[in-house]
């Protein structure tokens, strides 16, 4: 009995708490069903009973995550409608299981002597990513440095990163990732992007040379924890929401400040896709505009990296309208394109946010745009829903390796105009 007893008390309270309020995604499967007369409906209706959630999708399909508990039930509901849908992922949790294994013995012991624990074998916490980021700032001080530009709702820092050798011609591009907490190869993605350009730069090209790089590869550092610890697929910052009900979480991709409120956007804070209580009431994408509105830097480029679909979507995100340089904006999407596909062999669709997808409004995509950055994508990673947000970490580098070559020809391509 007295050894029964001791175990509990011995564990530090923080795990204790994530044992009891990890969610088990035992037995829920995600489904891709195919759009066609009514099934946009059905989808709806049983979303809004909360036996299925949205993952995402364009105009002939949509991913769709079903609770045991609601199988039969959808199965049911489809049927009727004579809507098609393939079994994806048969058991979630299993795939969260297997996404992000810990590394062997011999990965350890060389993390341990490079001066941070950072990889792109693994999905790391958010301490991990934050100690690479100051890591190379104290090791590269005349072309790195890191600045925090806010805090998250639940005080964690927003830490951005730059790169430049300090040339005055340069030209300057950001570049983020997290703003959604479960889409996790896109924080592993853009850090990625750092520590290539950062431990290589001496030898690196002078397109990248002369770019002033601004990483934030983690905008919403509170949902991305709470996606390690709690809750696998949550989306959302952790901002305590009143309104028309009472939820956690505001959509930091509803909440920018251009065409705020509209379409792809919700009023109801237990929703996915809440848009805030107005524009930029969050703390993480209000630290993003305040930091332009104090910056005298002229960005050329803004990528903003999500997943999954691979897709390059450029503005305007809000509704069926082309920017009047969407022309501009398609070619060098289609260059990108290409170099990616060169590279790494997958192909990523290129067109308009609302044209390719569905209308979206608050995105930081449209924002960006609004404050004259010309080259504004929002970069959808793998996969196409084979594991969908579960990708397991064995993806990391190559789809990072087939990203950076992307990134490299926007760099070259700004370098001529
Ligand atoms: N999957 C992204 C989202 O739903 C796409 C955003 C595209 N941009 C936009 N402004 N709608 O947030
Ligand atoms: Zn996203």
Request: glycine fraction near 8%; hydrophobic fraction near 30%; charged fraction near 25%.
């Amino acid at each position: 009995v007295e050894e029964d007893k001791a175990t509990d008390d011995d564990k530090p309270i923080e795990t204790l708490k994530d044992e009891v309020e990890r969610i088990d995604y035992t037995g829920a499967q995600v489904w891709k069903v195919s759009i066609k007369n009514s099934a946009q409906r059905v989808i709806n209706q049983l979303a809004s009973e909360k036996l299925i959630a949205s993952w995402g999708g364009n105009h002939s399909s949509i991913d769709i995550l079903v609770k045991p508990k609601a199988l039969e039930n959808v199965t049911a509901a489809l049927k009727t409608k004579d809507i098609s849908y393939y079994v994806m992922i048969e058991d979630l949790q299993q795939r969260i299981n297997e996404e992000n294994p810990p590394l062997d013995e011999n990965e350890l012991e060389l993390q341990d002597r490079r001066g941070h624990r950072m990889t792109w074998k693994q999905y790391h916490r958010l301490e991990d990513i934050h100690g690479f980021m100051d890591y190379l700032a104290k090791t590269y001080p005349s072309i790195i440095s890191v600045k925090t530009i806010g805090k998250s709702y639940e005080g964690r820092d927003l830490k951005m990163l730059r790169i430049s050798d300090g040339k005055p011609s340069n030209k300057a591009v950001f570049i983020d990732g997290g703003i959604h907490a479960r889409e996790w190869i896109s924080p592993a993605v853009v850090t990625y992007f750092i520590n290539q350009f950062a431990e290589n730069f001496d030898v690196e090209s002078d397109d990248i040379k002369n770019i002033d790089w601004y990483f934030l590869p983690v905008v919403n550092p509170d949902g991305y924890e709470y996606t390690h610890k709690t809750d696998r697929l949550w989306r959302k910052n952790r901002k305590y929401g009143f309104g028309a009900g009472s939820c956690t979480g505001t959509d930091l991709n509803r909440n920018f400040g251009y065409r705020w409120g509209g379409k792809g956007s919700s009023t109801y804070p237990c929703s996915d896709i809440y848009r805030g209580s107005g524009p930029f009431s969050e703390p993480e994408s209000k630290a993003i505009n305040d930091f332009f509105k104090s910056t005298a830097v002229k960005f050329s480029a803004y990528l903003t990296y999500h997943s999954y679909g691979q897709y390059l979507l450029y503005p305007w995100g809000y509704d069926n309208a082309l920017p009047p340089d969407h022309k501009d904006l398609e070619t060098m999407g289609k260059l990108i394109a290409q170099a990616i596909q060169n590279t790494g062999g997958s192909s990523y669709q290129v067109g308009s946010s609302s044209g390719l997808l569905y209308p979206a409004s608050g995105g930081s995509d449209d924002w960006a745009k609004s404050q004259n950055i010309k080259y504004t994508y929002t970069i959808e990673l793998s996969d196409t829903g084979r594991y969908g947000f579960v990708l397991p970490a064995t993806y990391i580098e190559p789809v990072a390796r087939e990203n950076i070559a992307g990134v490299r020809v926007l760099a070259r391509y700004l370098g001529k105009i």
